[in-house]
């Protein structure tokens, strides 16, 4: 069974930073590209950043493009999203997803979902 297991959210003031990362099991982490998706009440479910399953390369959403860093740890099975200068717009559930496709900016591109973590950015 294949489970992504997101960690790290929670309530942060504007400007502040917060580190989410995801756990990855049952499948081979290195095969598969990751990413973040966003998404807050009453909206679609938006794209965030993605990162290649072979030299690492990454793509962020304009609106993050700057203020978040995506990295993964092949040998924790990790992906991690690292958020600085965070704004009150950045208030969703973030969530990881793996995919075989690059970049997986689509949520339709998505093969697997954690949870989801709660990130709250207090004004």
């Known amino acids: 069974q294949v489970q992504l297991v997101e960690s790290g959210g929670g309530l942060v003031q504007a400007g502040g930073s917060l580190r989410l990362s995801c756990a990855a099991s049952g499948l081979t982490f290195s095969m598969y590209h990751m990413g973040w998706f966003r998404q807050a009440p009453g909206k679609e479910r938006e794209f965030v950043a993605t990162i290649s399953r072979s030299v690492g390369m990454t793509v962020y959403a304009d609106s993050v493009k700057g203020r978040f860093t995506i990295s993964r740890d092949n040998a924790k099975n990790t992906v991690s999203l690292q958020m600085s200068s965070l704004k009150p717009e950045d208030t969703a559930v973030y969530y990881c997803?793996?995919?075989?496709?690059?970049?997986?900016?689509?949520?339709?591109?998505?093969?697997?979902w954690g949870q989801g973590t709660q990130v709250t950015v207090s004004s």
């Open positions: 997803a793996s995919g075989s496709i690059f970049p997986m900016k689509v949520a339709d591109f998505a093969l697997y």
